[in-house]
């Protein structure tokens, strides 16, 4: 089984992300994307920023095997309409849980 997992920032009132297709590897019952933001910041981040993956408020998009649904998780600090573009990158078939969370950490 394939599905999409990922990690994202905003940094700079906009959002960078990795989101990928994953194949489902392991018995937690969820498809979750390989790497941690510490490991993927400094791919990820843009040239002009300074300061470590921490410092920036983040989330994380998860499969629900089970479920059947997508679990995307979000500093409420983030703003909505970031959330919302991210989306556009997730399967418009598959149900998605948004939860707003204080103090995101992975």
């Given at each position: 089984m394939k599905a999409r997992a990922?990690?994202?920032?905003m940094v700079n009132k906009e959002l960078i992300f990795?989101?990928?297709?994953i194949e489902?590897?392991?018995?937690?019952?969820?498809?979750k994307y390989p790497f941690s933001h510490?490991?993927?910041w400094d791919k990820l981040k843009p040239d002009n920023v300074i300061g470590d993956y921490?410092?920036?408020p983040r989330g994380k998009l998860i499969f629900d095997i089970a479920g059947e649904k997508y679990k995307l998780y979000a500093d409420k600090?983030?703003?909505q309409?970031?959330?919302?573009?991210?989306?556009e990158h997730i399967d418009p078939e598959v149900y998605l849980q948004i939860y707003y969370v204080d103090n995101f950490i992975d």
């Open positions: 990922g990690i994202f920032c990795d989101i990928s297709e489902y590897l392991g018995d937690t019952g969820y498809i510490h490991e993927m921490d410092a920036f600090t983030i703003e309409s970031l959330i919302q573009g991210l989306v």
